[in-house]
Structure formats: structure tokens, C-alpha cells
């Protein structure tokens, strides 16, 4: 029976999902460089219907939002027109389907910008680590701070594209608020130096956060909104970990639990090691509400994870590139293909669909 419970049906919000395996949002690169899906987006997404839930890879809002070449866009009418034969073919599949919203903020470069504008950030602080343009990696370019007065414009520019992802025809939307871009930019006193409404205080840095997810909830209704968070993640872009990490982090959540959100998604740790000493448990009390978990899970530990209460849902990332039947593999604890790390990001249709018969 502990095993039944990660892939029976629950509901998320409200959305109703036929299991409780989500597919993690995974950047592959397939775009075209205005952000417009190619037709090979259609069948990679059916693929990975049986998954209860899938969170599409992160799809910028805006084109001073974009930070690494061909990741697709929900901000234009080109960009919709391309994203609805998506959801239409997760839909027949018998699939649901939500669309991260991403704004980068600081992890860009100057090449992905209009007339090679400054990519913009809560405060001038230049990022480490390296974004992916059409020239290759390369180091994030200088940020610039932004005024005030320029904030309502990115809240505006999350509203359009919630509005855009209805349009294309999505099951609801999940605010990108992790991984050291713009939202976490904002929350952390590593990133953030700013000495207005926007900075200093934990209230003040989480304004934006949660100045966003109201705008988006407008659109959809806050039960079709998630939002995903990593508190310990450092690794993109080197970005220093917040001075008070379960202060601030507890008072967010407590704030978004009172919206009525969907889900809250937590990558559990480092994205790439272990979780750290940080009270997970204590986090996912504070949201008091679905709790999507994440960060290398296995089969083993998403059924204990769902058995014990401790998640709603487990995502899978990585395994989903190889395996896009990934539930019935796991339903079936049958061996999962590792895809090759060079098929990861750009290209064709080799590591992308192609798979799907292996």
C-alpha cells in the first residue's frame, strides 16, 4: 500500500493529478532565439504526459528576462501559438501541465539583451558561474540596479505572461522564485543591497515575491499557482546564501501559505548535493499547504516521502530526460536509462524525443 500512494491520483490546488510523480522543470534549449517553441516541444511534452503533473522548463516573461539562449518565452502571441499545441497534446495524453515563470535578473549577458542593455537586479552586483548565449558560455554580464519605479513594470510583465500562459492553454502557472535569479535575488541579503521598500527587512525583501505571486493570482485564481524555492542553492550564478536563511524563509512561506497557493516546490538542499542542515519539516509546516519535494529522489525515498506525509509530490528532474515513461519505470521499479550529459541542452531531436524508445 506505501508504495501505491506515490502513484495514486490527489489533487494540487486545483488541479487534479492521476499520480504524485511531477516532472522538475528542465532547460533543454530547444527554442528558437526569440523564445518560440519548435514543433519537437510537442512531442517531448506528450512523451512525459503520465506524469501526474509536469512543470515545463523555465519560460522567460519578458525579453529583459531572458539569460541563456533558445529557452522559450510566454510573453508574446508568436510565443502562445507555439506553447497551445503543448498543452493540447499533454491534455489528450490524459496529462496536466503548469508553466514556470522566469525572469533571471542578473544571471545574463549583455548579448541577450534588447540593444545590449545591462541585464537588471535588485542591486549592481555581477554574478559568478556562466550563461549560455549564441557564442557559447560565457560570464553574466555587469548588472544594473533597478529604480524603483521600475518594479511595477516587471510585476505587470508576470501578469501578461500569467495571462499569456491561460491563452496557451495551461492547467496554471508556477512562479520561479529559486535557483539565484530575479525573486531570489531579491529575498537574499547576499544579492540584495537595496535601501528601499525592496530592500533591508525580510518583509521588505520578500515584497516583491509576493507582489508577483498576487499579480499572477489574479489571473488564475491562487489555486493554480505554485512556486518553487531553493533556500540553500548556491550554485548558480555563486550566490551567496541569505545572512538568516530560516528567518526569511519561514516568513515568505507563512505569507504564501495565507494565499491559498496551489503548491509550494522546494528543491531540499544544494541542487546538486545533499540537504543541508536546514529544518525542511519546519518550512513545510509554516506553507501549511501541497508541498511538491525535490532534489535527487530516488523511487525509495519518493514512497517514503508521500507514505510518511512529509510530501504531496516528489518531482523528478534528470530521470525524466532518459525515461519519459519514467512513471510506469518507477510503478514497475524497472532500470532508467541515463541520458548523455552532452544531449542536455540544444540541438535537435537526438536526446531530446528520440528517446523515447529506448
Given at each position: 500500500m506505501s508504495t501505491d500512494l506515490l502513484f495514486s491520483p490527489t489533487r494540487i490546488g486545483a488541479i487534479d493529478v492521476a499520480n504524485r510523480v511531477a516532472m522538475a522543470p528542465l532547460t533543454r534549449s530547444r527554442a528558437d532565439m526569440d523564445g518560440v517553441q519548435t514543433p519537437l516541444a510537442v512531442e517531448y511534452y506528450r512523451q512525459r504526459a503520465s506524469a501526474g503533473l509536469i512543470i515545463t522548463e523555465a519560460t522567460n516573461i519578458s525579453r529583459q528576462g531572458r539569460g541563456y539562449a533558445y529557452t522559450p518565452g510566454i510573453y508574446?502571441?508568436?510565443?502562445?501559438?507555439?506553447w497551445a499545441p503543448v498543452t493540447k497534446a499533454v491534455h489528450d495524453a490524459g496529462g496536466k501541465i503548469v508553466v514556470q515563470l522566469w525572469h533571471v535578473g542578473r544571471m545574463s549577458h549583455v548579448s541577450m539583451q534588447a540593444d545590449g542593455a545591462a541585464p537588471v537586479a535588485p542591486s549592481a552586483l555581477q554574478a559568478g558561474g556562466n550563461v549560455f548565449t549564441e557564442a557559447g558560455f560565457e560570464a553574466p554580464s555587469m548588472p544594473r540596479a533597478l529604480e524603483t519605479d521600475e518594479i511595477a513594470g516587471i510585476i505587470?510583465?508576470?501578469?501578461?505572461?500569467?495571462?499569456?500562459?491561460?491563452?496557451?492553454?495551461?492547467?496554471?502557472?508556477?512562479?520561479?522564485a529559486a535557483n539565484g535569479y530575479l525573486l531570489e535575488?531579491?529575498?537574499?541579503?547576499?544579492?540584495?543591497q537595496r535601501q528601499d521598500?525592496?530592500?533591508?527587512?525580510?518583509?521588505?525583501r520578500a515584497r516583491l515575491t509576493l507582489e508577483v505571486v498576487?499579480?499572477?493570482?489574479?489571473?488564475?485564481?491562487?489555486?493554480?499557482?505554485?512556486l518553487r524555492l531553493s533556500p540553500l542553492s548556491t550554485a548558480i550564478g555563486d550566490t551567496a546564501l541569505d545572512s538568516t536563511p530560516m528567518e526569511t524563509h519561514e516568513y515568505l512561506i507563512r505569507r504564501l501559505g495565507?494565499?491559498?497557493?496551489?503548491?509550494?516546490?522546494?528543491?531540499?538542499g544544494q541542487l546538486h548535493g545533499d540537504n543541508g542542515a536546514f529544518d525542511i519539516k519546519a518550512l513545510r509546516a509554516a506553507f501549511n499547504g501541497k508541498y511538491i519535494a525535490n532534489n535527487g529522489y530516488d523511487r525509495q525515498r519518493a514512497i517514503e516521502a508521500t507514505t510518511s506525509g512529509h510530501a504531496d509530490m516528489v518531482a523528478f528532474g534528470?530521470?525524466?530526460?532518459?525515461?519519459?515513461?519514467?512513471?510506469?519505470?518507477?510503478?514497475?521499479?524497472?532500470?532508467?536509462?541515463e541520458a548523455p550529459a552532452t544531449s542536455y541542452f540544444g540541438g535537435g531531436a537526438a536526446g531530446y524525443t528520440e528517446l523515447a524508445a529506448a
Open positions: 508574446t502571441d508568436a510565443h502562445v501559438a507555439a505587470e510583465d508576470y501578469r501578461n505572461a500569467a495571462r499569456k500562459a491561460k491563452e496557451a492553454g495551461f492547467d496554471g502557472v508556477e512562479v520561479h535575488q531579491f529575498l537574499r541579503d547576499s544579492t540584495n521598500c525592496y530592500g533591508g527587512s525580510i518583509e521588505n498576487e499579480a499572477v493570482a489574479e489571473v488564475w485564481g491562487a489555486d493554480r499557482v505554485g495565507e494565499m491559498g497557493l496551489a503548491y509550494l516546490h522546494v528543491v531540499e534528470k530521470p525524466f530526460i532518459g525515461n519519459p515513461d519514467l512513471v510506469e519505470r518507477l510503478r514497475g521499479n524497472a532500470p532508467l536509462l
